[in-house]
T-cell receptor, first 111, second 115 residues
Framework: GENVEQHPSTLSVQEGDSAVIKCTYS??????FPWYKQELGKGPQLIID?????GEKKDQRIAVTLNKTAKHFSLHITETQPEDSAVYFC??????????FGTGTRLTIIP | KAGVTQTPRYLIKTRGQQVTLSCSPI?????VSWYQQTPGQGLQFLFE???????NKGNFPGRFSGRQFSNSRSEMNVSTLELGDSALYLC??????????????FGSGTQLSVL
């Protein structure tokens, strides 16, 4: 089955700087890649997603890039703010099968 | 539109007991998936229901079961609880779960503690 690896497990950046989280997947048939943000005491919240026929997608300060050849995708957050502090999960899915999640990245924004 | 609602928010049980968790999906969503979240294992897929039928199943023992009702609400049951079942149980809904890029929306979860 699909296996998703996520790095780094923890990340601290100064407020205003950029943060990058990277994921790799194993199944070349995966064609949907969402990113979730989980704040303390809450469930994961979808923040951005990308399909395999798109190389990059941007939504305000958040962007995701996908490299199908290398089987990796990344989340980029620019101009980070304190409210960006959370745990971020990447995921991958083949067709209508289950979402397979990465192990999460705890992002801390230092004021 | 109301989000995914899970009840109860917290549960404390002892080993050997059984527990039932409830999930109400977003109005109009017909697919409900369940995930177990633990610090060590991350988010692990339990099962998915669509139109009252289990469509996908993860690698969990038979003590974990679920069902879906005609109004798309779902319940998850864990029998003969073990200490290792302590986790945050998350429910997620989507329109039909049948499309590649269909978005999955999560509830806030039920935190289960087994003593």
């Amino acid at each position: 089955g699909e296996n998703v690896e996520q790095h780094p497990s923890t990340l601290s950046v100064q407020e205003g700087d950029s943060a990058v989280i990277k994921c790799t997947y194993s199944d070349s048939a995966s064609n949907y890649f969402p990113w979730y943000k989980q704040e303390l005491g809450k469930g994961p919240q979808l923040i951005i997603d990308i399909r395999s026929n798109v190389g990059e997608k941007k939504d305000q300060r958040i962007a995701v890039t996908l490299n199908k050849t290398a089987k990796h995708f990344s989340l980029h957050i620019t101009e980070t703010q304190p409210e960006d502090s959370a745990v971020y999960f990447c995921a991958a899915r083949v067709g209508n099968e289950k979402l397979t999640f990465g192990t999460g990245t705890r992002l801390t924004i230092i004021p | 539109k109301a989000g995914v609602t899970q009840t109860p928010r917290y549960l404390i049980k002892t080993r050997g007991q059984q527990v039932t968790l409830s999930c109400s999906p977003i109005s109009g969503h017909r697919s409900v998936s369940w995930y177990q979240q633990t610090p060590g294992q991350g988010l692990q897929f339990l099962f998915e229901y669509f139109s009252e039928t289990q469509r996908n199943k993860g690698n969990f023992p038979g003590r974990f079961s679920g069902r879906q009702f005609s109004n798309s609400r779902s319940e998850m049951n864990v029998s003969t609880l073990e200490l290792g079942d302590s986790a945050l149980y998350l429910c997620a809904s989507s329109l039909s779960g049948g499309f590649t890029n269909e978005k999955l929306f999560f509830g806030s979860g039920t935190q289960l503690s087994v003593l």
